[in-house]
């Protein structure tokens, strides 16, 4: 699930946000749509691996004057996945290879518009602001490979948890987690319902790509964890994360399971206890999971 048609207040004004090195070698720029993260790895040389720049265009058009007052340089970009704030290009910075997983450029390739130019426009006209069209040349990466940098090894780990292609970066070397937009503390799951629905089974796959990330923080091996909407935060905070969203979806699907009407459906879906729903934006994101779960039932698809 995207919130891509989620009515937004009007242009913000102020600087952008500072880059700002919450771990060494490892620097995070959130910006104030959607508490969108720029996460930025360094290598010792100042080379840089830039993932998901963002996200409003006063906010990129600085983060090239930012990474210059840190003496960075970025040589490789990545994008963990296909919604339109994820795939965003500072206009400043020089071109360089841009890579995301296979199951994201191809699903850029079926869906640009739905899934990039009609929310950019839509967000432009919301705001009074225009987006840089950006650059959909991007490298394919299969799951598990190495982005191919110069800097610290940053794995790929892919699962259609919240779109088809999704993936998370696991920087070994920095014990780093860049979750993509799982693991956070302001949004519930939004599984791949919307806006193209090519996930077979959207709530199934949202829960793999968990146990995929707590796999990971088992290992020992990873101390901070970034989220695409959020703050950072460490492994007991991620792995609390993780449990919410594990106890939110199972909620969800229990609200809009049989033999509850559609109405009784909406009722108990409206009444999950989660923090994360006193926002606006993410209940109706909520309201529009329900919607589509309902729909699958009648579909007599039924998520487990």
């Known amino acids: 699930m995207t919130r891509v048609s989620v009515p937004v207040p009007g242009p913000l004004t102020g600087a952008a946000p500072r880059l700002a090195e919450v771990a060494p070698g490892v620097f995070v720029a959130?910006?104030?749509?959607?508490?969108?993260?720029?996460?930025?790895?360094?290598?010792?040389?100042?080379?840089?691996?830039?993932?998901?720049?963002?996200?409003l265009p006063h906010e990129l058009a600085a983060l090239?004057?930012?990474?210059?007052?840190?003496?960075?340089?970025?040589?490789?970009?990545?994008c963990t996945h296909a919604h339109w704030d994820h795939v965003l290009w500072p206009p400043d910075l020089s071109p360089v290879t841009r890579w995301a997983s296979t199951g994201?450029?191809?699903?850029?390739?079926?869906?640009?518009?739905?899934?990039?130019?009609?929310?950019?426009?839509?967000?432009?006209?919301?705001?009074?602001?225009?987006?840089?069209?950006?650059?959909l040349d991007l490298a394919p990466l299969a799951d598990g490979e190495i982005v191919p940098w110069d800097g610290p090894g940053a794995a790929i780990?892919?699962?259609?948890?919240?779109?088809?292609?999704?993936?998370?970066?696991?920087?070994?070397?920095?014990?780093l987690l860049v979750a993509g937009d799982l693991l956070s503390d302001v949004d519930v799951p939004f599984p791949a319902f919307e806006p193209v629905g090519e996930v077979v089974d959207p709530v199934a796959a949202y829960r793999r790509g968990l146990d995929r990330l707590a796999a990971e923080l088992a290992e020992g091996t990873v101390d901070l964890v970034i989220p695409g909407h959020?703050?950072?935060?460490?492994?007991?905070?991620?792995?609390?994360?993780?449990?919410?969203?594990?106890?939110?979806?199972?909620?969800?699907?229990?609200?809009?399971?049989?033999?509850?009407?559609?109405?009784?459906?909406?009722h108990r879906a409206d009444a999950i206890d989660d923090p994360r729903l006193a926002d606006p934006a993410v209940r109706r994101a909520h309201r529009a999971s329900v919607a589509a779960l309902l729909a699958a039932r009648r579909a007599d698809v039924r998520p487990r």
């Open 230 to 266: 959020g703050s950072p935060t460490d492994v007991t905070g991620a792995r609390r994360r993780l449990e919410a969203d594990r106890r939110y979806l199972d909620l969800l699907v229990s609200a809009t399971a049989e033999p509850a009407s559609p109405d009784a459906a909406r």
């Open 157 to 175: 780990l892919v699962a259609d948890a919240h779109v088809g292609g999704h993936t998370s970066l696991l920087v070994a070397e920095r014990r």
């Open 30 to 55: 959130t910006s104030a749509f959607w508490s969108t993260n720029t996460t930025v790895v360094a290598a010792e040389d100042g080379s840089a691996l830039l993932v998901d720049p963002g996200v």
């Open 64 to 78: 090239a004057g930012e990474l210059a007052a840190r003496g960075l340089t970025v040589t490789a970009g990545m």
């Open 104 to 135: 994201t450029v191809e699903l850029l390739a079926r869906h640009r518009d739905e899934l990039v130019e009609r929310p950019l426009a839509e967000q432009g006209a919301a705001r009074g602001e225009r987006w840089a069209r950006p650059d």
